[in-house]
């Protein structure tokens, strides 16, 4: 489940999921985009991830239709999780071109906004 939560910054949207996601999640995450980004704006993602479900990997399919729709906007994607393959995951955004991804410990999510903010 996903969940928008407010944020510090307004080129950052924040957001909290837990358990397995679905085809609303990724539907609530494009409408926030659009109610906030006009359609070549930049934005940030800051994501506290808890209970991830590990078949929530074979669900991606879903989210990866909105990143394709949203791939030259994606500026930041900040991932806060004590989960060791969601760090491994988020390292492997640090090969997409003009994307900074960072993961931070559960316990360093002031790092991670001071980090976003940037």
């Known amino acids: 489940m996903l969940t928008i939560l407010p944020s510090r910054d307004a080129f950052t949207i924040?957001?909290?999921f837990s358990g397995q996601a679905t085809k609303d999640d990724a539907m609530l995450l494009d409408n926030e985009v659009k109610q906030r980004f006009l359609e070549d704006q930049k934005f940030n993602i800051?994501?506290?991830?808890?209970?991830v479900?590990?078949?929530?990997?074979?669900?991606?399919?879903?989210g990866l239709k909105f990143d394709a729709k949203r791939w030259l906007q994606f500026n930041k994607f900040a991932v806060v999780s004590e989960k060791t393959w969601l760090e491994a995951l988020t390292h492997l955004g640090t090969f997409l071109p003009e994307i900074a991804a960072k993961h931070f410990e559960k316990d360093e999510l002031e790092e991670a906004w001071t980090w976003i903010q940037k």
Do not use: G, P, Q
Not at 46 to 51: D, G, K, R, V
Not at 53 to 62: A, H, L, P
């Open 46 to 51: 800051l994501a506290i991830m808890h209970e």
């Open 53 to 62: 479900d590990s078949s929530t990997f074979k669900r991606v399919t879903e």
């Open 14 to 16: 924040a957001v909290e």
